[in-house]
């Protein structure tokens, strides 16, 4: 366990009214602080390990609140050190003087994520799973808390160490022909090393592979409500919230700005944004919504192009829309079929009403399977969520390209064994194996306070 010279101490639960806070303090003088503020039947610095104890947190004579006192002797803590969590009343007033009279104490206020981060410094988790902490903490739909969980149960973990084991096997095998250069000597052959690379490169390439579905899970869809003024987007975003979110109105050009409002369906967190009707306008306030709406396009991960099914399909904006995204990207639909009477057209397109709700359900699986490719994986699937993640492994699978090049061009060992270094160099900053101090606040500085 790594020594930490100073105890820190926040408020883990979220500000506001309710039945109880927790505060967290973690570290070497932990219980001889709590001691100082707190008294019941048992004095902290003598209470075993993970008990739970009833007292009063007093200045003084006067009486703070009465607290139950959460014990964890180090190792066995989140953080590795020693640490208690003390449960008060629900009141912003009572924390903040518990929170003075610890500080009073010699105690350090925490900075976002230190518990977590002393955590993966103290061996408790590894930089993957201390991230998967903040995903589980901001999961916004059932999907990414799953996805989180799987990060932090350490199966993501578990795969990447596996392969850069297997490297750190073959480079080592590399090295020690190095080594022994005069002798002439082979521990393994190039086409047994090609062989282990291939390996490594094809897992890479399954983990990879993931991350789109993995970002589904983890930031929800971006879908973007397109189509010419008044042909429904609006009304079709207030039956998804099942509320009037967005003004309706039959004159054009109503929607002025981009609307984003978010829900979960089947599971899936949902980020729709309703976008102004993308047309020629003298009007400089809808000028400035139709370029936002084409931003959205651009960054959409599916696009709804949505038409009125009584004046067809609009072509000239299915080019404009071409110009923006990828056509696997937008999902043509035609709105209004509470009203039309016509025959449907054979094109591949959606047909729904925004009135009545008809055929959107049906809109939003389509959303779901086209934002995640209809790939599904089972819960003890690998799964990259994470662009640090994600752009360890490209680096990784560049430098093992390199290294099956130097193989087939059968260059000197010392360029192979550099190959295979920073590939498993690349691998091993996923988990943080390979880090700096640089990588580390970055990450931990996005968690909350007291986490």
């Not at 010699?106 to 061996?123: D, I, Q, S, Y």
């Not at 093992?400 to 087939?408: G, I, M, S, Y």
Request: include cysteine.
């Amino acid at each position: 366990m790594l020594q930490n010279e100073d105890t820190i101490t926040a408020i883990a639960t979220p500000p506001g009214e309710g039945a109880i806070s927790i505060i967290r303090i973690s570290g070497n003088d932990s219980f001889a602080v709590a001691d100082k503020i707190f008294s019941g039947k048992v004095r902290i610095i003598d209470a075993a390990t993970h008990t739970i104890h009833y007292g009063k947190i007093r200045k003084g004579e006067e009486i703070i609140d009465d607290v139950l006192v959460s014990v964890f002797r180090n190792p066995n803590s989140f953080t590795g050190e020693d640490s208690i969590e003390i449960s008060t009343h629900g009141n912003q007033l009572i924390c903040g003087k518990i929170i003075e009279l610890l500080v009073d104490s010699g105690v350090r206020l925490a900075e976002p994520g230190e518990f977590t981060k002393r955590a993966f410094l103290n061996g408790k988790l590894d930089l993957a799973q201390a991230e998967a902490v903040a995903d589980i903490i901001s999961a916004r739909g059932e999907a990414s808390l799953r996805g989180a969980r799987n990060q932090l149960d350490g199966i993501l973990s578990s795969k990447v160490n596996f392969l850069r084991e297997m490297l750190i096997n073959t480079s080592s095998l590399v090295e020690l022909e190095l080594d022994f250069a005069e002798e002439d000597l082979e521990f393994m052959s190039l086409e047994q090393i090609d062989t282990n690379i291939v390996k490594v490169l094809d897992e890479i390439e399954k983990l990879l592979s993931t991350y789109s579905f993995g970002r589904v899970l983890k930031d929800g869809i971006n879908v973007a409500l397109v189509g010419k003024p008044n042909v429904g987007k609006s009304s079709l975003l207030n039956y998804m919230l099942k509320e009037a979110r967005a003004i309706v109105s039959e004159i054009p050009g109503t929607t002025r700005d981009t609307i984003r409002e978010d829900f979960t369906f089947d599971g899936i967190y949902f980020k729709i944004y309703d976008t102004a009707g993308i047309r020629l306008t003298e009007d400089s306030i809808e000028k400035e919504g139709v370029e936002r709406s084409r931003n959205v396009i651009k960054n959409a991960d599916v696009v709804v192009f949505l038409n009125d099914i009584n004046e067809g399909l609009d072509e000239e904006l299915h080019s404009t829309l071409l110009n923006l995204t990828d056509d696997h990207r937008i999902i043509t639909v035609l709105n209004k079929i509470d009203i039309f009477s016509g025959e449907h057209l054979k094109k591949p397109v959606k047909y729904i009403s925004a009135l009545t709700g008809e055929g959107i359900e049906e809109l939003l699986i389509s959303i779901k399977e086209k934002a995640i490719s209809s790939q599904s994986y089972s819960e003890k699937t690998a799964i990259v969520s994470n662009i640090r993640h994600y752009q360890s492994l490209k680096r990784a699978k560049e430098s093992l390209l390199n290294a099956r090049e130097t193989v087939k061009t059968r260059l000197s060992g010392e360029f192979l064994s550099v190959d295979l270094r920073d590939a498993e160099s690349a691998l091993g900053e996923i988990i943080g194996i390979v880090t700096t101090d640089d990588i580390l606040n970055n990450i931990f500085s996005k968690f909350c306070i007291g986490k």
